[in-house]
């Protein structure tokens, strides 16, 4: 298979307006999958969402183009979450989906993110695909003029989304009664998530619902939970829900404003679908990243627990392989199939939303669903030197393995959309864990200083 060079773990990614992330590759990319999925002889759509990015009006018209320029009609969406776009992909019958979006990144950055017909993210494969088309001389196999496609705007694709999004919730449960802060990261979720809560019978405390281009991800949103944990406790809320600049992932509080990471939402999720009988595949898929209580609670229910590379697309994948109708990250990307294609936060928080009406318990009690072993995580920003070859690294990292044998375990593993290395460990003893981050993060700290 040809090696992808542009496309990382979750679509293309980089600082807007310097290469990659160019009007010019836009324009490249819409006309090369444009030209790959333009099969048969109907009239092809692909259909584009964005976040609140500024740099989204750089690359909308860019991609715009791109796939008028192979034939396509673009149905453009505006602002919407990751899921939605994946869910119109399906729903309207469309041969592409598009998501301007770098997710939880800065304002700075922006990505690009593809989905197939059926609403699910393209493979490796595909993608290299593409990029090998983006290299080619395509320009004999434009359209020509009378074949180019248009370009229209979908009014109502935020209220097809809210109505897909409240649809997941139980038949017959409402929220009545539930004060409930709603952190939107200034995101593509600033409109839909409150209303989805609020028609829902919720009281909305929301954060983050003001974009102006600039401050997507800025001191909120899941990758920043502190103002939403906060808020949780001063307005004395029964749930805080933060999600992403994109909203394909999503991190809770309980009522003390305490996180309740993806881990133990897939948890809560499982038990709940397997006591419904709604469960399918006789398990759940993880990633490497999960924690060990997870997999030890997902035993202790008696279902399989599967683990692959991080990246919800791979959780997708392999969700379809086997069968199974709920995966994620412990980073709170969620994939719920009976519902989604990809991950949805929005709807993994109804999920929990649904467990705290029917149960009637606090967060901190049903969100605790397992007690999860000492992890750490740090990441070490790296410079273009294949830091991980470096003999002082390969030594700190076998050093590592040789104090965890037997005891718990190390992952290294590149980032696929930043310049770092992710270095994780987990085992009973806290100690030891900080002990073997620490040795290795500092041997790769030194090969990246040697080489600035």
Request: with cysteine.
């Amino acid at each position: 298979m040809t090696q992808r060079r542009l496309f990382g773990t979750d679509g293309v990614r980089g600082t807007a307006n310097t290469d990659p992330m160019t009007a010019e590759m836009a324009l490249r990319l819409g006309q090369a999958a444009g030209l790959l999925f333009t099969r048969g002889s109907h009239r092809h759509k692909v259909i584009i969402g964005k976040d609140t990015r500024l740099s989204g009006y750089l690359l909308e018209p860019a991609l715009t183009a791109g796939f008028i320029g192979a034939g396509m009609d673009v149905v453009l969406a505006g602002p919407l979450p990751t899921p939605g776009i994946a869910l119109l992909t399906r729903s309207m019958r469309a041969d592409l989906g598009v998501v301007i979006s770098a997710s939880h990144n800065p304002f700075e950055d922006n990505g690009i993110k593809l989905f197939g017909p059926d609403g699910s993210k393209l493979s490796d494969a595909t993608e290299a695909e593409i990029e090998a088309l983006m290299e080619a001389d395509i320009a004999h196999r434009l359209a020509a003029p009378r074949a180019l496609g248009r370009a229209s705007r979908l009014v109502d694709a935020a209220g097809r989304y809210i109505e897909a999004a409240k649809a997941s919730f139980p038949r017959g449960l409402r929220l009545d009664g539930l004060r409930i802060v709603l952190d939107c990261a200034n995101g593509a979720a600033y409109k839909v998530a409150p209303t989805v809560l609020w028609e829902l019978g919720a009281t909305v405390m929301p954060l983050g619902v003001v974009p102006d281009g600039f401050n997507i991800n800025a001191g909120l949103g899941s990758t920043a939970p502190a103002a939403m944990c906060a808020a949780v406790v001063a307005n004395r809320a029964d749930l805080g829900i933060a999600l992403d600049g994109d909203a394909d992932r999503v991190v809770l509080a309980d009522e003390t404003g305490q996180l309740i990471d993806g881990d133990q939402i897939l948890a809560l999720i499982a038990r709940q679908y397997a006591r419904r009988g709604q469960l399918k595949g006789g398990g759940i898929v993880a990633t490497v990243m999960s924690n060990l209580g997870l997999e030890r609670c997902i035993g202790g229910l008696g279902l399989a627990f599967h683990r692959t590379l991080v990246g919800d697309r791979y959780v997708a994948e392999r969700m379809r392989a086997l069968g199974c109708n709920v995966g994620g990250e412990q980073s709170g990307h969620l994939i719920l199939a009976d519902y989604a294609t990809t991950g949805d936060g929005l709807i993994a928080a109804l999920q929990v939303l649904a467990g705290l009406v029917e149960t009637g318990e606090k967060a901190s009690t049903l969100c605790r669903q397992f007690a999860p072993l000492p992890q750490r995580l740090r990441s070490v920003r790296i410079a273009g030197a294949d830091t991980l070859r470096s003999p002082g690294v390969r030594a700190a990292v076998a050093e590592a393995e040789a104090a965890l044998s037997g005891t718990g375990r190390l992952l290294i593993r590149r980032s696929g959309t930043e310049p770092v290395i992710r270095v994780m460990a987990e085992a009973e003893d806290e100690a030891l864990v900080d002990h073997v981050v620490t040795h290795v993060c500092a041997a790769l700290e030194q090969v990246a200083a040697e080489a600035a």
